[in-house]
């Protein structure tokens, strides 16, 4: 007799907390919400945490700019698109929304999902399909890769950012794209984009960059880290809920590609489209990037500062420049017990485990913001070399 449901949920909730990979939620207080902090704070349980888990790298998501625009856009338009972008859910809002990305990115046409996951899903299902042949990087996202296995499309995946790899893939099943990431999530590791990109033109291959991390935060870059636009990806992916603050996401590229998704994607077609709010506080995030680098400035003095006193501390981390700064551990017990060990002396930092990463490679995913002070940093750094012992 088969098992029932709840007994297989059971069970597999079980080997999940066996192995320290039980995923649970966290509530945070209202009051870390509410209340604009000097700095990245968190209250879980009526303590207070210096946060430095949040993908909020330029500390948008508290911009008085932002504030402003949630409560003219919710007077102007309501709070809801209140149906699919195909009946009467796309309104200025939207259209203002992808008509400013494309003018930043040099795209002709951009199209609004409401989370980077069902965008990227969306794009590979809708795209492809049996027959096709996509190499990706080995570290694309989950979205990537679970939207590519629903596409029934023959996945092919070179080692994490190796050109000759990809080199050798494109020479062997001549693919109809090449995806990878910007700047990757776990490892803030920046893509070849360049080299890729060639190597794309040269094969007449698609070439499909998820720039979630990257997009509005290029001043904070170093200059040999050249931001994603039309000129290197056919397709960009762009997100709100990183730089940018709030929540969404935009496919853009060409006007053939977004006329195509509009009429075939699912995700598109047979959800409620994005709210006229979070596309209004979208638009005012991404020309806050575009007209006032102080913010950026701020974050690349931070992650400056963050790895300077961790080598003076003789904590060693990768050599990433971005706001993402992975410390692998490894063990993911030991992992689980640092971060804890953090969150005891205020600091909260993510622990991320597989099968996030790469099995040996469970680690602190540190992210540092233009919101952080120099103090706050000293009070990360001192407590990673308690918590590290």
């Not at 698109?81 to 795209?107: D, F, N, R, W």
């Not at 709210?275 to 003095?301: D, F, G, H």
């Not at 050599?319 to 992975?326: A, C, G, V």
């Amino acid at each position: 007799m088969s098992m029932s449901l709840s007994e297989k949920m059971h069970m597999k909730q079980t080997q999940l907390k066996q192995a320290g990979l039980l995923r649970v939620r966290q509530k945070i207080d209202p009051a870390s919400v509410n209340q604009i902090y000097p700095s990245m704070v968190l209250s879980v349980d009526g303590v207070e945490h210096i946060n430095f888990s949040s993908n909020d790298y330029l500390g948008l998501s508290q911009a008085p700019e932002m504030l402003d625009a949630l409560c003219l856009s919710a007077k102007q338009y309501g709070v809801g698109s209140g149906s699919s972008p195909l009946v009467t859910g796309y309104g200025h809002a939207h259209q203002l929304l992808e008509e400013q990305l494309c003018q930043v990115t040099g795209h002709e046409a951009g199209l609004l999902f409401c989370s980077g996951f069902s965008a990227n899903t969306a794009l590979m299902k809708t795209l492809f399909n049996t027959g096709d042949t996509v190499v990706a990087d080995k570290r694309v996202h989950a979205s990537i890769v679970d939207g590519l296995v629903d596409s029934k499309a023959t996945l092919k995946r070179f080692l994490h950012n190796d050109l000759a790899s990809a080199e050798r893939l494109m020479s062997k099943y001549a693919p109809q794209a090449l995806v990878t990431e910007s700047i990757f999530s776990m490892d803030g590791d920046v893509a070849p984009l360049a080299d890729l990109s060639r190597l794309c033109r040269e094969n007449n291959t698609c070439f499909i960059v998820d720039d979630a991390h990257g997009f509005g935060i290029q001043p904070a870059l170093p200059a040999t880290m050249k931001p994603v636009n039309a000129s290197i990806a056919d397709i960009q992916v762009v997100t709100f809920g990183k730089a940018l603050g709030c929540q969404g996401a935009a496919i853009l590229g060409s006007q053939l590609l977004i006329d195509f998704l509009v009429s075939n994607a699912r995700e598109y077609i047979y959800s409620t489209a994005l709210s006229p709010i979070n596309a209004s506080l979208a638009l005012t995030a991404v020309k806050l990037t575009q007209t006032s680098e102080l913010r950026a400035v701020k974050l690349a003095e931070n992650i400056a500062y963050f790895k300077q006193s961790c080598l003076s501390a003789k904590i060693w981390l990768s050599e990433s420049m971005t706001p993402i700064q992975p410390l692998i551990i490894g063990d993911v017990d030991n992992t689980l017990a640092i971060a804890e060990k953090l969150k005891s002396l205020g600091v909260w930092v993510g622990a991320i485990r597989p099968p996030t990463v790469l099995k040996g490679s469970a680690r602190l995913r540190i992210t540092i913001t233009a919101l952080h002070t120099h103090g706050d940093i000293d009070t990360l750094v001192n407590s990673l070399t308690l918590a590290l012992g």
